[in-house]
Nanobody
Framework: QVQLVESGGGLVQSGGSLRLSCVVS????????MSWYRQAPGKERELVAA???????NYADSMKGRFTISRDNAKNTVYLQMNSLKPEDTAVYYC????????WGQGTQVTVSS
């Protein structure tokens, strides 16, 4: 059974930092592209950052310079380091694994207070 379990969300003040983790089981993690998405209330889910199986990364424009995606294949984990957080970063953050098909985690709430 494939599982993606996100953690690390919470409440943080504007300007603060959080590191999200997504632990993956049930698939060969190292060959999957991994991504972080987020969905704010009343808005569509949007891409935050992605990392390929070889480690290439890309980011949504509004996250460049503030967020960093990384992966540890030995731990079957993808991370999202979020710095200089803003109230508009408040959302549920989801990780997914993609290789022909896509598998999603259940999400973790990030709330940034002003």
């Amino acid at each position: 059974q494939v599982q993606l379990v996100e953690s690390g969300g919470g409440l943080v003040q504007s300007g603060g930092s959080l590191r999200l983790s997504c632990v993956v089981s049930g698939l060969t993690f190292s060959i999957y592209a991994m991504s972080w998405y987020r969905q704010a209330p009343g808005k569509e889910r949007e891409l935050v950052a992605a990392i390929t199986s070889s480690g290439s990364t890309n980011y949504a424009d509004s996250m460049k310079g503030r967020f960093t995606i990384s992966r540890d294949n030995a731990k079957n984990t993808v991370y999202l380091q979020m710095n200089s957080l803003k109230p508009e970063d408040t959302a549920v953050y989801y990780c997914n694994a993609k290789r022909g098909y896509t598998v999603w985690g259940q999400g973790t709430q990030v709330t940034v207070s002003s």
